[in-house]
């Protein structure tokens, strides 16, 4: 009995240096948190004390489980608040809670005004890497500043300029110029001076008008020279315009000036390019550019007026 008793003490002596040690080794390691192996658990610190940084974090993870619940079962985008839930949990966007006309997609029972707070919370203490991360931003978001910083990223992709297709390639600058060159087999001149003609048979076929796009290189930069004809009310008209291949802030250490001109007049255009961010059928129907009024071509094209020959100058420079 004496022995066994002793034998008792013994491994409770043992279990409890065991402990101790297990504790002590606690102390001196940090802490680290696994992500959830189970779809149905869900395992988020949160740092409500913690100024938001959008700057790279080391080891950031957001399991896919969590995205999962933030993503909109009809419109598949992320959620925002106020996020809506059935009785039954299901959970969707505001944006498509009229379209399904107040039945929950998932289970068909009614939404009502129910929202999900707790849902809410979650997306308030989550950061996110920017989407543009394989373009160059390594910035962390908050989740409700993502969409925000996205939509003005500076490493966002830039669309193709080439307005003569519907192309749909977008990347950054390089790539871009590349493309035109490769795909597009569009003219690529170095230098800021230029003298273009511009020749078409039939000029008062609007419609199968002339489209020209040039890329010139200078100042380490790219710009596109956009010429073209486009029906302004019931008059047909031609236009030359500059834009800058990069950011609107970059763009204004520019300027350019274009001229055209015949039988003793001309006109003359000063501006500064715009960015490609810019669409180019937004700055085209802004009349950001050299307008030409089609029978102020002719007259500068001379003979019979039945050819249009125009000769386009210009020049780009930065500004001091």
């Not at 999962?68 to 505001?94: D, F, K, R, W």
């Not at 939509?151 to 035109?180: E, K, M, W």
């Not at 500068?300 to 780009?316: A, W």
Request: glycine share 6%; hydrophobic share 35%; charged share 20%.
């Amino acid at each position: 009995m004496e022995y066994s008793a002793y034998a008792g003490i013994n491994s409770i002596t043992r279990a409890m240096t065991t402990v101790s040690s297990y504790f002590d080794d606690l102390r001196c390691q940090p802490e680290v948190i696994h992500p959830p192996q189970n779809e149905d658990c869900m395992d988020i610190g949160e740092h409500m004390n913690e100024p938001a940084q959008h700057t790279a974090k080391p080891n950031v993870t957001v399991s896919s489980s969590v995205r999962e619940l933030l993503e909109c079962p009809v419109c598949l985008n992320a959620m925002y608040p106020p996020i809506h839930q059935c009785s039954n949990g299901h959970t969707l966007c505001s944006g498509c809670k009229p379209r399904v006309h107040n039945r929950c997609p998932t289970c068909r029972h009614e939404l009502g005004n129910i929202r999900c707070l707790a849902l809410e919370k979650v997306a308030a203490s989550l950061e996110l890497p920017c989407k543009y991360q394989s373009f160059g931003c390594i910035g962390i978001i908050p989740y409700y500043s993502k969409l925000k910083h996205e939509s003005q990223c500076s490493f966002r992709p830039y669309n193709c300029p080439y307005a003569g297709s519907d192309c749909t390639v977008i990347g950054d600058i390089p790539y871009i110029v590349a493309h035109l060159k490769d795909d597009h087999k569009v003219d690529m001149h170095m230098g800021s001076t230029f003298n273009h003609r511009y020749v078409k048979s039939k000029p008062h076929e609007v419609e199968n008008a002339t489209w020209m796009l040039t890329v010139f290189s200078c100042f380490g930069q790219y710009f596109c020279l956009h010429f073209e004809a486009f029906q302004l009310g019931m008059a047909p008209v031609y236009i030359a315009f500059l834009r800058f291949m990069g950011d609107d802030e970059t763009a204004k250490n520019f300027s350019y000036s274009l001229e055209v001109g015949g039988n003793g007049r001309k006109l003359i255009w000063q501006g500064v390019p715009r960015s490609i961010r810019d669409s180019h059928r937004k700055v085209r129907d802004s009349f950001d550019g050299l307008i030409i009024q089609r029978n102020m071509a002719l007259f500068f094209s001379g003979g019979d007026r039945k050819e249009l020959k125009l000769r386009v100058t210009g020049r780009i420079w930065k500004e001091q």
